[in-house]
Each structure stands twice: as structure tokens, then as C-alpha cells.
């Protein structure tokens, strides 16, 4: 089993940026895909990006495309979400999860998760 242990996060105004971080821990952090999901009060989580074993695919959400980058460092056991151009709509919850197979856009499928961070985007 996989152990995430998330930083980063906060309060920033809108236009800022922020860096959140995902660190692994346990099983080979190249078993796994990584996806960011977010959730706001009262909403379901949502997908916002995924990357995949070896960082050679990328995917986001349509909301996020062009102001957010996922990474990841394999020697590191990292994963990171750059998000630059921040909006209020952003504020949410934002989770890491970590997906050994299956599909990507659905958070039922991952095997671990993070214990989420608070993103806050507001003026």
C-alpha cells in the first residue's frame, strides 16, 4: 500500500499561484498514476489532472487547462500541481491519489489518497 502525505495550499488572491505537493511513501511510487481531484463544500470531488506512471501523459480538466501543471519526480516520490492564474471558483479541497490501474477520471478507483489541503482564492 501507498502512504501520500500532502503540503502546500492557502489562502491567495485571485491571479495568484500556488504549489501543492504530494510525497509518497510505501509501495514503488512508479506503480502508481497520480491524479489531483478538488472538492468544494457542498460539490462532488472532481477530477482536475493525472499523470501517469512516468510522467509521460498528462490530462486536465477543461477548468484547469493552461493554468495548472502536474509533475512528478520518480526519484523523489513526489508529485506536484503547479496553479498559476488562480480563480475564486478554484477554492476547494484539493486531494492526491494515487491509481495503480483503471480509469483516471474517476476517484472510486484510486487506492490512496492524501489527506487534502485547503486552496482558498479570494480577494
Known amino acids: 500500500q501507498v502512504r501520500l502525505v500532502q503540503s502546500g495550499g492557502g489562502l491567495v488572491q485571485p491571479g495568484g499561484s500556488l504549489r501543492l505537493s504530494c510525497a509518497a511513501s510505501?509501495?514503488?511510487?512508479?506503480?502508481?498514476?497520480v491524479g489531483w481531484f478538488r472538492q468544494a463544500p457542498g460539490k462532488e470531488r472532481e477530477f482536475v489532472s493525472v499523470i501517469s506512471y512516468s510522467g509521460s501523459q498528462t490530462y486536465y480538466a477543461d477548468s484547469v487547462k493552461g493554468r495548472f501543471t502536474i509533475s512528478r519526480d520518480n526519484a523523489k516520490s513526489t508529485a506536484s500541481l503547479q496553479m498559476s492564474d488562480l480563480k475564486p471558483e478554484d477554492t476547494a479541497v484539493y486531494y492526491c491519489?494515487?491509481?495503480?490501474?483503471?480509469?483516471?477520471?474517476?476517484?472510486?478507483?484510486?487506492?490512496?489518497w492524501g489527506q487534502g489541503t485547503q486552496v482558498t482564492v479570494s480577494s
Open positions: 491519489g494515487a491509481l495503480s490501474t483503471g480509469n483516471y477520471y474517476t476517484s472510486d478507483e484510486y487506492e490512496a
Open positions: 510505501g509501495r514503488p511510487f512508479t506503480s502508481y498514476h
